[in-house]
């Protein structure tokens, strides 16, 4: 074959300056096509690990008097759902209008909502994307009673609880609106606080009990540092089960009573357990359990009255927990790893009462705390240091936004 015979003429073929310019218009529409596409699919975070910190949603009641009144009755976080931005004090709408809506939980991927609407019937479950839009209705009917909602590592389903008469059942909701399924787990089983297994969310971690007593479930969803001071109930345990729910299975011996299980969470991993239950001397004390169930470590109070309210920092190396001191009823919140090789960071957050809760900015350097008897909510710096009081309140039931680092 003679190529080179046929190259001098293939050169010498002119290009009509007309197809070169639809040519370079054309390379130019796809480029900009590209950009805007590319530009416009959201970078998310991977749903465990250090994210950067992206907006609080939280809730205003619709009783304004609600903030100016300290102490008194605890304020369902029941009103419009807002968003502010920490790092301004910007904020905004999300929810608003005559309904009821609270306890709002952000998705892992930091784009979406879910929230509780109360009606005359019950409560529904809502979804609505962080940058605004149409509400996606999660549940067919109204349920007496919705807690504990949880997304799913891939954002496409809810775990969450409902009341059942004197019981609470576990539920999965799809998140395009598709639908709710009640989990059959047994008649004889009252559940909460479930909690999908890192990374994958192939199991579902479970606070469960075998006393019909509806104690069992503190009231209006309510969650303080023992994770609501109010429960009573017994034979209480932790559960896990798959997340078709198959398989449930006991992992903790279910003699549990009062607050005990009242806090219970995965470490990012998804190979430790966090928890609470009482000690010998019937004070709490925090455990760090396998994910089998097995003792790994226990955190014994600093002076002797009580340690609750264990939450684990977002890469997992350290956990945060609230201190009691008798007799003045004071709490401070300490930092330590979660190896307890060192000695506890003990924090600026330092205040009287226990009807409070904290919880770790999605980049592990802060800890939002919301105090609901005195309506005040603070963040502090979680190697140490004074907090600061932030503009903005709420009765407790805030989420923070993870965003791509």
Same mark, same amino acid.
């Given at each position: 074959?003679?190529?080179?015979?046929?190259?001098?003429?293939?050169?010498?073929?002119?290009?009509?300056?007309?197809?070169?310019?639809?040519?370079?218009?054309?390379?130019?529409?796809?480029?900009?096509?590209?950009?805007?596409?590319?530009?416009?699919?959201?970078?998310?975070?991977?749903?465990?690990?250090?994210?950067?910190?992206?907006?609080?949603?939280?809730?205003?009641?619709?009783?304004?008097?609600?903030?100016?009144?300290?102490?008194?009755?605890?304020?369902?976080?029941?009103?419009?759902?807002?968003?502010?931005?920490?790092?301004?004090?910007?904020?905004?709408?999300?929810?608003?209008?005559?309904?009821?809506?609270?306890?709002?939980?952000?998705?892992?991927?930091?784009?979406?909502?879910? +929230?509780?609407?109360?009606?005359?019937?019950?409560?529904?479950?809502?979804?609505?994307?962080?940058?605004?839009?149409?509400?996606?209705?999660?549940?067919?009917?109204?349920?007496?009673?919705?807690?504990?909602?949880?997304?799913?590592?891939?954002?496409?389903?809810?775990?969450?609880?409902?009341?059942?008469?004197?019981?609470?059942?576990?539920?999965?909701?799809?998140?395009?609106?598709?639908?709710?399924?009640?989990?059959?787990?047994?008649?004889?089983?009252?559940?909460?606080?479930?909690?999908?297994?890192?990374?994958?969310?192939?199991?579902?971690? %479970?606070?469960?009990?075998?006393?019909?007593?509806?104690?069992?479930?503190?009231?209006?969803?309510?969650?303080?540092?023992?994770?609501?001071?109010?429960?009573?109930?017994?034979?209480?345990?932790?559960?896990?089960?798959?997340?078709?729910?198959?398989? %449930?299975?006991?992992?903790?011996?279910?003699?549990?009573?009062?607050?005990? +299980?009242?806090?219970?969470?995965?470490?990012?991993?998804?190979?430790?357990?966090?928890?609470?239950?009482?000690?010998?001397?019937?004070?709490?004390?925090?455990?760090?359990?396998?994910?089998?169930?097995?003792?790994?470590?226990?955190?014994?109070?600093?002076?002797?009255?009580?340690?609750?309210?264990?939450?684990?920092?977002?890469?997992?190396?350290?956990?945060?927990?609230?201190?009691?001191?008798?007799?003045?009823?004071?709490?401070?919140?300490?930092?330590?790893?979660?190896?307890?090789?060192?000695?506890?960071?003990?924090?600026?957050?330092?205040?009287?009462?226990?009807?409070?809760?904290?919880?770790?900015?999605?980049?592990?350097?802060?800890?939002?705390?919301?105090?609901?008897?005195?309506?005040?909510?603070?963040? +502090?710096?979680?190697?140490?240091?004074?907090?600061?009081?932030?503009?903005?309140?709420?009765?407790?039931?805030?989420?923070?936004?993870?965003?791509?680092?």
């Amino acid at each position: 074959m003679d190529l080179t015979a046929r190259a001098p003429a293939l050169a010498g073929r002119q290009v009509p300056f007309r197809s070169l310019a639809v040519v370079a218009l054309l390379a130019l529409a796809i480029g900009v096509a590209a950009t805007v596409y590319f530009g416009s699919q959201r970078r998310v975070p991977a749903p465990y690990g250090p994210a950067r910190n992206g907006l609080i949603v939280y809730v205003v009641p619709d009783d304004p008097s609600w903030a100016t009144q300290p102490g008194g009755d605890y304020t369902r976080p029941l009103g419009d759902i807002l968003t502010v931005d920490p790092a301004t004090g910007d904020s905004s709408v999300l929810v608003g209008g005559p309904t009821l809506d609270g306890y709002p939980v952000v998705s892992l991927d930091g784009t979406r909502v879910a +929230f509780t609407r109360e009606t005359e019937a019950g409560q529904q479950l809502y979804a609505v994307d962080l940058a605004g839009g149409d509400l996606v209705g999660l549940t067919d009917e109204p349920l007496p009673e919705i807690d504990d909602a949880a997304w799913s590592p891939d954002g496409t389903s809810l775990a969450f609880t409902a009341r059942d008469g004197d019981r609470a059942s576990l539920w999965i909701a799809r998140s395009d609106g598709g639908g709710a399924d009640r989990v059959e787990l047994g008649s004889d089983l009252s559940v909460a606080l479930p909690q999908w297994r890192p990374p994958g969310g192939d199991e579902l971690l %479970l606070v469960g009990s075998t006393d019909p007593s509806p104690g069992f479930l503190p009231g209006f969803g309510y969650r303080d540092l023992w994770g609501g001071s109010d429960r009573t109930g017994s034979g209480i345990g932790l559960y896990v089960v798959n997340a078709d729910g198959s398989r %449930l299975r006991p992992i903790t011996p279910g003699g549990g009573t009062g607050v005990d +299980f009242g806090i219970v969470s995965w470490a990012p991993a998804g190979d430790r357990i966090l928890t609470q239950t009482a000690g010998p001397a019937g004070y709490l004390r925090i455990r760090v359990l396998s994910a089998d169930g097995a003792e790994v470590e226990t955190i014994e109070p600093t002076t002797g009255n009580g340690t609750v309210s264990p939450m684990i920092s977002p890469d997992g190396q350290r956990i945060a927990y609230a201190d009691l001191r008798e007799p003045d009823g004071e709490w401070t919140l300490r930092v330590q790893p979660i190896d307890g090789d060192s000695t506890p960071v003990e924090t600026g957050a330092t205040f009287v009462g226990g009807a409070a809760a904290f919880r770790w900015s999605p980049d592990g350097e802060s800890l939002i705390v919301t105090h609901h008897f005195f309506k005040e909510t603070w963040l +502090f710096d979680a190697d140490g240091g004074p907090g600061t009081r932030v503009g903005w309140i709420d009765p407790g039931s805030n989420a923070w936004q993870r965003l791509a680092p």
